[in-house]
């Protein structure tokens, strides 16, 4: 069954969304896999948005938008135009940034602390590699 054109985001919309998340982790100088540990997902799937081989879901692109710094509809905005400015969204990012705009401010603060929340477990959570428990270490801390 074939997807309906109309309900995927286009192209080279799909292609500005990876170049803006890359571009943006780049000024931030934050390297591949820091930003997979402050987003709490793997460095090959970071690529793979930034490559436009896959989409964020809404959640992925909430964390990567805290992780820089920014606001997922700044993201978004960025991707259609460029660069921050006045320019219309494209429709699916415009849909996305209303539903978000439209929810009830305590609605919103309770989403982001949930999220926040969620986040802070996750960091406490060791990870493993080859069966092994290792501390959780973001590279960061070293003495």
Same mark, same amino acid.
């Given at each position: 069954?074939?997807?309906?054109?109309?309900?995927?985001?286009?192209?080279?919309?799909?292609?500005? @969304? %990876?170049a803006t998340i890359r571009k943006l982790r780049k000024q931030q100088n934050i390297g591949l896999v820091d930003f997979s540990v402050d987003t709490f997902t793997d460095a090959g799937n970071i690529s793979r948005?930034? *490559?436009?081989?896959? @989409?964020?879901?809404?959640?992925?692109?909430?964390?990567?938008?805290?992780?820089?710094?920014?606001?997922?509809?700044?993201? @978004?905005?960025?991707?259609?135009? %460029?660069?921050?400015?006045? +320019?219309?969204? #494209?429709?699916? +990012?415009? *849909?996305?940034? @209303?539903?978000? !705009?439209?929810?009830?401010?305590?609605?919103?603060?309770?989403? !982001? /602390?949930?999220? #926040? !929340?969620?986040?802070?477990?996750?960091? *406490?959570?060791?990870?493993?590699?080859? %069966?092994?428990?290792?501390?959780? /270490?973001?590279?960061? /801390?070293?003495?």
């Open positions: 069954m074939k997807k309906d054109p109309s309900r995927t985001l286009p192209a080279p919309l799909k292609q500005a @969304l %990876g948005i930034e *490559r436009a081989k896959q @989409l964020p879901t809404l959640e992925m692109l909430y964390v990567i938008s805290r992780a820089l710094g920014t606001k997922m509809w700044e993201i @978004l905005q960025l991707a259609e135009t %460029g660069g921050l400015s006045d +320019a219309p969204l #494209a429709p699916s +990012a415009r *849909r996305i940034a @209303l539903a978000w !705009e439209r929810l009830p401010q305590p609605v919103r603060l309770e989403i !982001e /602390n949930r999220i #926040a !929340e969620s986040l802070t477990l996750l960091r *406490r959570v060791p990870t493993y590699y080859k %069966g092994q428990q290792k501390p959780f /270490n973001t590279g960061r /801390n070293r003495a």
